[in-house]
C-alpha cells in the first residue's frame, strides 16, 4: 500500500473513531437541535434565550440536551422534570458550575450563590433564613423599609408639586428598593438625590454597577477550555481587582458597625443584620468571620435589587394597561386601609387584588426567567433519560409560565387566576422563585417590597400611559434576566383624596 492510500486510511480510521465515540458518549442523552462542531449550541444565546428554548421544548420534549462548547447542558420546561429534578433528585442537583464569575466575585464559590451543596452553604442558609428572612425577622426589619418607601412617595409628590408629569421610573426603583435592603443589612442609605455629593455612596454605587456589568461579561473559558489562558489574563484579573475594592468598601462599613457596638457596650441593640452578624461572631468567629460576613452581605446585596425592580417596573405597566384593574386594587386599598395613611406591611394580607397582581405579574414576566443554573453532582435520571455528572441544569422558567396545557389563555393578564393563589401556585407551575432547597431565600422580602412599592404608588397618586394606554409597549428581552425593552415612562398626578397624607409626609 502506498503512502497516500495509508494517509486517507488513516483519516477514515479517525473520522470513524470521532463518530464512534460522539455516538457512544451521547447514548441516553435528551433529545436536542444538532450541535455546531467547537461552539456546540452557543449560537443559541440571545437575548430571547428563554422564548426559544421554550420553542425547541415543544419539538424536542420536556427535557432537551444542549451542548454550551464543552459544557453539556439540560432544559427542563415542565412542572413534572422539575419535580424529578429538585425533588427527587435535589440533593444530587444542589450544586452550582463553577464559573469563572464564581470564583472572582464570589469568593472562591463560598458565598451563598456560588455554593456547592454541602454544610458551608447550609450554614449560610440557616443563618439567612432564621435571622433575616424568617416571619419574625422580615416583621422586625419592616420598621426600617417602610420609612425608604415614605422618602420614595414623598419625593414624587414634590417633583408633581413642582410641574412634573411624567416619570421615567427605573431609577427610582432602583433607590428605593436598594435603600430598603440597605437598611436593613446595614443600617445604611446610599441612594436618592440627597446623597449625589457623598463619595461613600458614589463609591457603593460604582461598585454595583461594576458587579453588574462583570456578571454580564460572558467568560468564553467557562464553556470553551481553549480560552481559560485567555480570560486568565484579561476578565478574571480585572474581575479580582474589583472583587478587592468591594471587600475593602464592605470592610470599613464592619468595621464602623463594630466600633458603634463596642461603644455602646451592652446597651447595644440590634438594629440591622450586620449587628446580628457581628454578635453571632463572638460566639462563632469561624465561621461569622469578617469574610464570611462581607460574603453573606455582598450576595444579598447582588441578587435582591434587580430582580425586585423589573418585577415593579412590570407590575405598574401591566396596571397601566389594564386600567379596570387598577381602579380595582386602588377601590381595595381605599376600603381596607382608608384614605387617612399609606399601606404598612401588616396591611398587605388583606390586599389580595394587589398580591393577585403581583402573582400574575410574575408569572408573564418571571425576573429571572431560567432561574439559576444547577450542577449534576452524580449521574442520574431525568424523563427517562440520562444525565451526567457535571451536566448544567436549567429550568425554563418562562416556559413552564406560558404553557397553554397548564394556564388558560397565557398570554393575557388575569390576576384573578390567583383567587386560590396557594393551590394555583401548588403543583409546581407557578415558579418565579424556583422550587426546592436552592429556591430563593428572598421570596418573602420580595413579595412584601412588591407590595408595599406599588401599592402606595397606587394610593398615593393616579397613573396612566404617556399617549393612551393601547400604545404602552409591553415588549421584552426575555435573555437570563427579563427585562422590558424599553424602561416604562408613566404620567402621574397626585391624588386629591390622598393630598392631607401626602403633604405630611
Ligand atoms: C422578585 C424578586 C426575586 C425573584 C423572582 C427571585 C428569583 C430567584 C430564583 C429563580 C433563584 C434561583 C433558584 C434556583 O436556583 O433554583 C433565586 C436565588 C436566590 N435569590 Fe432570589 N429572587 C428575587 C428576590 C431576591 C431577594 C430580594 C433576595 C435577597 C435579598 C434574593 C436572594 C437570592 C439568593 C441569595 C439566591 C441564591 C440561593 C442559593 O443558591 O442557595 N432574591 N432567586
Redesign the pocket.
Given at each position: 500500500m502506498d503512502t497516500m492510500s495509508l494517509f486517507f486510511l488513516g483519516i477514515v480510521f479517525l473520522v470513524t473513531i470521532k463518530i464512534v465515540s460522539t455516538w457512544w458518549g451521547n447514548r441516553g442523552n435528551p433529545p436536542g437541535p444538532s450541535a455546531l462542531p467547537f461552539i456546540g449550541h452557543l449560537h443559541l444565546i440571545s437575548s430571547t434565550f428563554a422564548r426559544d428554548l421554550a420553542n425547541l421544548a415543544q419539538r424536542y420534549g420536556p427535557v432537551i440536551f444542549l451542548r454550551f462548547g464543552a459544557r453539556p447542558v439540560v432544559v427542563v420546561s415542565t412542572p413534572a422534570a422539575v419535580e424529578e429534578c429538585f425533588s427527587k433528585n435535589d440533593v444530587p442537583l444542589a450544586n452550582?458550575p463553577q464559573l469563572l464569575a464564581g470564583k472572582c466575585l464570589g469568593d472562591n464559590y463560598n458565598n451563598?450563590?456560588w455554593a456547592p451543596h454541602g454544610p458551608h452553604?447550609r450554614s449560610l442558609?440557616r443563618f439567612v433564613n432564621t435571622d433575616l428572612f424568617s416571619v419574625n425577622r422580615l416583621n422586625f426589619y419592616a420598621a426600617l423599609r417602610e420609612p425608604e418607601v415614605n422618602v420614595f412617595v414623598k419625593d414624587l409628590y414634590r417633583r408633581a408639586l413642582g410641574g412634573q408629569r411624567e416619570v421615567k421610573l427605573r431609577k427610582e426603583f432602583i433607590d428605593v428598593i436598594s435603600n430598603c435592603?440597605l437598611a436593613m443589612l446595614i443600617g445604611k442609605r446610599y441612594y436618592g438625590a440627597d446623597l449625589d455629593g457623598s463619595e461613600e455612596a458614589r463609591q457603593f454605587r460604582q461598585n454595583i454597577e461594576d458587579f453588574n456589568h462583570f456578571i454580564l461579561t460572558p467568560a468564553l473559558g467557562d464553556f470553551l477550555p481553549l480560552f481559560r489562558g485567555i480570560d486568565s489574563i484579561w476578565l478574571a484579573r480585572k474581575m479580582k481587582a474589583f472583587a478587592k475594592r468591594r471587600d475593602s468598601f464592605m470592610q470599613k462599613v464592619i468595621e464602623e458597625r463594630r466600633r458603634n457596638m463596642q461603644e455602646k457596650g451592652s446597651e447595644a441593640k440590634t438594629k440591622c443584620v450586620l449587628d446580628a452578624l457581628l454578635i453571632n461572631q463572638s460566639t462563632d468567629p469561624d465561621f461569622y468571620s469578617d469574610k464570611n460576613l462581607r460574603g453573606i452581605l455582598d450576595?444579598?446585596i447582588s441578587?435582591?435589587v434587580d430582580?425586585?425592580l423589573n418585577?415593579l417596573e412590570w407590575s405598574l405597566a401591566l396596571l397601566i394597561k389594564n386600567p379596570d384593574v387598577l381602579d380595582k386594587v386602588s377601590e381595595e386599598i381605599d376600603t381596607n386601609v382608608g384614605l387617612d395613611r399609606m399601606i404598612q406591611e401588616s396591611d398587605v394580607p388583606k390586599l389580595p387584588t394587589l398580591n393577585n397582581v403581583i402573582n400574575e405579574s410574575?408569572r408573564m414576566y418571571?425576573?429571572?426567567p431560567l432561574?439559576?443554573p444547577?450542577e449534576a453532582a452524580e449521574d442520574c435520571v431525568i424523563g427517562g433519560y440520562r444525565v451526567r455528572k457535571g451536566t448544567m441544569i436549567m429550568?425554563n422558567i418562562y416556559a413552564i409560565h406560558m404553557d397553554p396545557k397548564l394556564w388558560e389563555d397565557p398570554a393575557s393578564f388575569k390576576p384573578e387566576r390567583f383567587n386560590a393563589a396557594e393551590d394555583v401556585k401548588g403543583g409546581l407551575k407557578w415558579l418565579?422563585?424556583?422550587?426546592?432547597r436552592?429556591?430563593?431565600?428572598?421570596?418573602n422580602?420580595?413579595l412584601r417590597e412588591?407590595a408595599m412599592v406599588l401599592g402606595n404608588l397606587i394610593h398615593c397618586f393616579e397613573w396612566s400611559a404617556v399617549g393612551g394606554h393601547e400604545k404602552l409597549d409591553m415588549n421584552m428581552n426575555p435573555g437570563f434576566f427579563l427585562a422590558r425593552d424599553r424602561p416604562l415612562v408613566a404620567a402621574f398626578e397626585p391624588r386629591q383624596a390622598m393630598i392631607d397624607v401626602l403633604s405630611q409626609l
Open positions: 452550582r451563598l450563590g452553604w442558609r435592603l450576595a444579598l441578587a435582591g430582580t425586585v418585577s410574575l418571571p425576573p429571572a432561574a439559576i444547577h429550568v418565579a422563585f424556583g422550587h426546592g436552592r429556591s430563593c431565600p428572598g421570596a422580602l420580595a412588591l
